[in-house]
């Protein structure tokens, strides 16, 4: 039978908590970023309307590019 010590037993339990906080903040992350695509896709159907131009909102990830004649443009998209 194998023999653990405190030592390893409390590594790998660091191990398990830092990959789970890192999972949660990831899903959270993606959550965050699909609501922004959700407001953003509700403001180019509302400018559409009204405007011909482009529109920035600032996110968190960095800015959004609107334009109501060709759609949204993600900051990943930019580059």
Partial sequence: MAKF???DLFLVTAIVAIGLGWWAD???AVARD???E???QSALQHFSAYAREEVTFESPNGPWRVNCV???QSPEDAR
């Fill in 26 to 28: 990831h899903r959270r």
């Fill in 70 to 72: 060709t759609g949204i």
């Fill in 5 to 7: 010590s405190i030592r």
């Fill in 34 to 36: 699909a609501e922004w």
């Fill in 38 to 40: 959700r407001s953003l």
